[in-house]
């Protein structure tokens, strides 16, 4: 039998829990046994990193060792955060619609800066998981795919395409996720 996780799906900027594909994915990880846990973070009051660690530490608590990450465009950018200043390693992030620096887009740049624009220790955040997967849309109207190669590039893993995926969002038509749901029961084999 596999080992039962705890998931963490995490939302981006102008984001809730319970949009686009994260109650489903929540529905069929708790359906495998798995622990899910959704957390609220501010957004796009008080978006800062320094309060997004906060509240997660408050709905989630610390990282520990069976968690697995899944995190949604700014999410990815947090989650690096979390894990450069984490002394506890997690079992894996999923990084979807992930970036680095700014878009060009003054409603989100602002308000991602610290989170996205400051300099990572990539060797720390590579030895705090044992497994990193990074899913970016060839066509998303936020995240140019360029984008993704580049933290594809600084993690040394290889970066999923999906073709015509958007955001990977509701607006996209994803409310359910699967080649995600694939890749995290890839991974737990």
């Not at 970066?159 to 737990?188: Q, R, T, Y």
């Amino acid at each position: 039998m596999k080992e039962k996780k705890h998931f963490v799906i995490i939302h981006g900027a102008y984001g809730t829990p319970t949009e686009n594909w994260f109650p489903w994915l929540g529905k069929k990880l708790k359906a495998d046994g798995h622990n899910v846990s959704i957390p609220a973070l501010p957004t796009p009051e008080r978006q800062t990193l320094s309060n997004w660690l906060a509240d997660f530490e408050s709905q989630v608590g610390k990282l520990k060792e069976d968690m697995i990450l899944v995190g949604h465009s700014l999410a990815p950018g947090f989650i690096l955060n979390l894990l450069e200043r984490s002394t506890t390693k997690v079992s894996a992030i999923f990084l979807v619609s992930a970036f680095l620096g700014k878009l060009g887009l003054e409603d989100f740049d602002l308000i991602n800066e610290t989170f996205v624009c400051g300099q990572f220790d990539w060797d720390k955040i590579k030895d705090n998981t044992d497994g990193i997967y990074i899913y970016n849309s060839d066509n998303d109207p936020y995240v140019p795919i360029e984008k993704g190669h580049e933290l594809a590039k600084k993690l040394g893993v290889k970066l999923n395409v999906i073709h015509n995926g958007g955001h990977i969002n509701a607006d996209a038509g994803f409310v359910e996720i699967p080649f995600l749901l694939k890749g995290i029961n890839s991974f737990l084999k």
